[in-house]
């Protein structure tokens, strides 16, 4: 018990120190390159910070468990909106932009598909080729990005 508290302790601290290493990473990274902080966060710092959760999913969905995937993924997204966007426009307000809709609208339409799928085809299995889809709207997602910023 008392080794399982340290390690989470542990992890605790390794966690805060990469999420400082990430910003600080990808902000100098934009000012390098001249890209935009937003484009930046919605790229990388969400690519980096999403790792562990994909790594967590991938081993549920090999175990088989596939509850825990989905919901990993479903519980997460409503974390990062919900509380994470409300305590950090707490601390400090946001201004919404044109980009901040059209992500809107992707989240949007990657919940429907999700819901969708849930209800067609083979029940309680995404296919291949709805997977397929939230890919595509992924590739769209970040070509529309780089395309802005060009």
Do not use: C, Q
């Not at 990469?18 to 966060?41: F, M």
């Not at 790594?55 to 088989?64: C, G, N, P, Q, Y």
């Not at 609208?105 to 209800?119: A, N, P, R």
């Amino acid at each position: 018990m008392i080794v399982n508290i340290l390690l989470l302790a542990l992890g605790f601290v390794t966690l805060i120190k990469g999420a400082d290493w990430l910003v600080s990473g990808a902000s100098a990274l934009a000012k390098r390159y001249n890209v935009s902080n937003l484009v930046i966060g919605l790229t990388i710092v969400a690519f980096g910070t999403s790792l562990p959760k994909l790594a967590t999913s991938v081993v549920a969905a090999f175990k088989k468990n596939n509850d825990i995937a989905v919901g990993n993924i479903i519980g997460l997204n409503i974390f990062n909106i919900s509380l994470i966007l409300g305590i950090s426009s707490i601390i400090r307000p946001m201004e919404f932009s044109s980009t901040f809709v059209f992500v809107a609208i992707l989240l949007t339409f990657d919940t429907l598909i999700l819901f969708v799928s849930t209800f067609t085809g083979r029940k309680e299995k995404l296919d291949r080729w709805e997977a397929a889809t939230l890919l595509l709207i992924f590739a769209v997602y970040t070509v529309y990005l780089v395309g802005k910023e060009l």
